[in-house]
T-cell receptor, first 111, second 116 residues
Framework: KQEVTQIPAALSVPEGENLVLNCSFTDSAIYNLQWFRQDPGKGLTSLLLIQSSQREQTSGRLNASLDKSSGRSTLYIAASQPGDSATYLC??????????FGAGTILRVKS | EPEVTQTPSHQVTQMGQEVILRCVPISNHLYFYWYRQILGQKVEFLVS????????KSEIFDDQFSVERPDGSNFTLKIRSTKLEDSAMYFCASSQDSALRNSPLHFGNGTRLTVT
C-alpha cells in the first residue's frame, strides 16, 4: 500500500529565505507526482505536476524535482514571501485514478 | 481561469439524515472525483467517475455513498444515512480525458460537512 510522507511537518522562516520541502513515497510505480497548496478552509491549488519520466518542473519561484527510483520529491521555493504561507501537499498518482496524499507541510513565512 | 465549484460551502445535518453535496466540474473535463479530509488528517480518495460510471472507489466508499451526474453539468455525492464520523471537508475534483493520465486534478473549495 502506497504511503506518502512529508518532512518537515511545519516550517517557519523569515521572508526572503530559500526553502526546501520534502516528500517521500514507498511504491515507485506511479504515473506522476503533484504538489498542491492549501490555504486554511480552502481547496487545493495545483502548483506543479511532474510526470514519472521527468526529473523536474519549474513555475516561477517554484521548482519541483522527482527521483522516482528512490521515492523522493522536493519542492524548492526561492525568495519566500509572506503570501507563500500555506500548507503544501504532495500527492502521487498510482496506476489507476487515485491520488495518494501526504499529510502536508505547514509553511509560515514571517515578514 | 475555469474552476470547479462546490455547494454548499458548509452543511450541518443530524445523524441519520441524507445529504447531497454538489459540484460543477470544469466543462471540458471528463474525469470526476470525490476526496475527503477529516480535520487534522490526510486528504483521502473516495471515488472516481468516468463515462457515467464509477471507475474506482476506496474502501471508505461503502453502500452509504453514491455518486451521480444527473444532468451533464452537475456531479453529486450522496450520503444516505450520515454518521458522526462522516464529518469532514469533502472536495470535488475534475481532470481532462483519461487518456491524458498526466493531466492535473483541479479541486473545488470543498464542502464542510458537520454531522451532529
Amino acid at each position: 500500500k502506497q504511503e506518502v510522507t512529508q518532512i518537515p511537518a511545519a516550517l517557519s522562516v523569515p521572508e526572503g529565505e530559500n526553502l526546501v520541502l520534502n516528500c517521500s513515497f514507498t511504491d515507485s510505480a506511479i504515473y506522476n507526482l503533484q504538489w498542491f497548496r492549501q490555504d486554511p478552509g480552502k481547496g487545493l491549488t495545483s502548483l506543479l505536476l511532474i510526470q514519472s519520466s521527468q526529473r523536474e518542473q519549474t513555475s516561477g519561484r517554484l521548482n519541483a524535482s522527482l527521483d522516482k527510483s528512490s521515492g523522493r520529491s522536493t519542492l524548492y521555493i526561492a525568495a519566500s514571501q509572506p503570501g507563500d504561507s500555506a500548507t503544501y501537499l504532495c500527492a502521487v498518482k498510482e496506476y489507476g485514478n487515485k491520488l495518494v496524499f501526504g499529510a502536508g507541510t505547514i509553511l509560515r513565512v514571517k515578514s | 481561469e475555469p474552476e470547479v465549484t462546490q455547494t454548499p460551502s458548509h452543511q450541518v445535518t443530524q445523524m441519520g439524515q441524507e445529504v447531497i453535496l454538489r459540484c460543477v466540474p470544469i466543462s471540458n473535463h471528463l474525469y470526476f472525483y470525490w476526496y475527503r479530509q477529516i480535520l487534522g488528517q490526510k486528504v483521502e480518495f473516495l471515488v472516481s467517475f468516468y463515462n457515467n460510471e464509477i471507475s474506482e472507489k476506496s474502501e471508505i466508499f461503502d453502500d452509504q455513498f453514491s455518486v451521480e451526474r444527473p444532468d451533464g453539468s452537475n456531479f453529486t455525492l450522496k450520503i444516505r444515512s450520515t454518521k458522526l464520523e462522516d464529518s469532514a471537508m469533502y472536495f470535488c475534483a475534475s481532470s481532462q480525458d483519461s487518456a491524458l493520465r498526466n493531466s492535473p486534478l483541479h479541486f473545488g473549495n470543498g464542502t464542510r460537512l458537520t454531522v451532529t
